[in-house]
């Protein structure tokens, strides 16, 4: 069992940066991919970011290269999402996500856990 915890959302003008975290319970943190979704009012769920679980793999959805960051300390059992230059359309519930399987936490129907979601509101 692994529980997500995140942190760091807000209200943020448009441009302005964020630094997102997600504390993962349980000692197997490192045997996950680890992988952000966000989810905008009347849209569906999908991923923003991912990690592989040693780190040395990422990937990022098109609309966030350049801007966002992914990166994981399996010391301490976190993975953050660096976000900068926030848009008005980047606005959504962020979620955190585990993955035990070979997909890397970048689709939805293959994630093992979530967490409860943070509210990241960008303002034009």
């Known amino acids: 069992q692994v529980q997500l915890v995140e942190s760091g959302g807000g209200l943020v003008q448009a441009g302005g940066s964020l630094r997102l975290s997600c504390a993962a319970s349980?000692?197997?943190?490192?045997?996950?991919?680890m992988g952000w979704f966000r989810q905008a009012p009347g849209k569906e769920r999908d991923a923003v970011a991912a990690?592989?679980?040693?780190?040395?793999?990422?990937y990022y959805a098109d609309s966030v290269k350049g801007r966002f960051t992914i990166s994981r300390d399996n010391a301490k059992n976190t993975v953050y999402l660096q976000m900068n230059s926030l848009k008005p359309e980047d606005t959504a519930v962020y979620y955190c996500?585990?993955?035990?399987?070979?997909?890397?936490?970048?689709?939805?129907?293959?994630?093992?856990?979530w967490g409860q979601g943070t509210q990241v509101t960008v303002s034009s």
């Open positions: 996500a585990a993955d035990k399987g070979p997909y890397g936490a970048r689709r939805t129907n293959d994630i093992d856990y």
């Open positions: 349980g000692r197997t943190f490192s045997s996950y991919a």
């Open positions: 990690i592989s679980a040693s780190g040395g793999i990422t």
